[in-house]
């Protein structure tokens, strides 16, 4: 079945970095693209970006710009997300998802129907 | 604060039938598609709702999706407990060039 494996929890301190993975499965990895979505406790979805595995494409929430890195490695089928300068409020759920972007009938259709897990990532000195 | 707008919370009894609604504006749901999400306590979201009022395999005809303008409503009936989660909605904001959401609606099948 589909699924997307994200790997384990990180403890980080302030100013760190942190990677975190997404590895796909039962499906065909280079035809749908992966956001990345972050939950802060107690809070709602924040969408951070989104990656074409088919050709790297990225487009990044405006407040990540400049600290958020999404690559593909495609022959794993995995999908990374770096953040780095970690700060305290930077504590979150992260999630992988993926996502289908399209331009259909001169309107942009998104959607991410397949999520991982989630990876917690604490940040805390 | 969130580009999408919705209300924090909504409430009804067991049966009844409850619609939960996101407002934005012209560059996201205005022009277009608008999909919906689940959230169960403690596990990942899911998708309810995608190209704005289609379901995914296995989402039960209970839930519906609409748009009108810039708003967007997602309608639940014959509500059950299991129906209590957050809910939230999503769209591509072609201005931002970026996937935006509501901040959330709780529900809660009192």
């Known amino acids: 079945q589909v699924q997307l494996a994200q790997s384990g929890a990180e403890v980080k301190k302030p100013g760190a970095s942190v990677k975190v993975s997404c590895k796909a499965s039962?499906?065909?990895?280079?035809?749908?693209?992966i956001s990345w979505v972050r939950q802060a406790p107690g809070q709602g979805l924040e969408w951070m970006g989104w990656i074409s595995t088919y050709d790297g494409d990225t487009k990044y929430a405006q407040k990540f710009q400049g600290r958020v890195t999404m690559t593909t490695d495609t022959p794993t089928s995995t999908a990374y997300m770096e953040l780095s300068s970690l700060r305290s409020d930077d504590t979150a759920v992260y999630y992988c998802?993926?996502?289908?972007?399209?331009?259909?009938?001169?309107?942009?259709?998104?959607?991410?129907?397949?999520w991982g897990k989630g990876t917690t990532v604490t940040v805390s000195s | 604060q969130s580009v999408l707008t919705q209300p924090p919370s909504v409430s009804a009894a067991p049966g009844q039938k409850v619609t939960i609604s996101c407002s934005g504006g012209s560059s996201n749901i205005g022009n277009n598609y608008v999909s919906w999400y689940q959230q169960l306590p403690g596990t990942a979201p899911k998708l309810l709702i995608y190209e704005t009022n289609k379901r995914p395999s296995g989402i039960p005809d209970r839930f519906s999706g609409s748009k009108s303008g810039t708003s967007a409503t997602l309608g639940i009936t014959g509500l059950q407990t299991g129906d209590e989660a957050d809910y939230y909605c999503g769209a591509w904001d072609t201005s931002l060039s970026a996937g935006v959401f509501g901040g959330g609606t709780k529900l809660t099948v009192l």
């Open positions: 998802a993926r996502n289908v972007l399209e331009w259909i009938s001169y309107s942009y259709n998104c959607y991410m129907d397949v």
């Open positions: 039962g499906y065909t990895f280079t035809s749908y693209g």
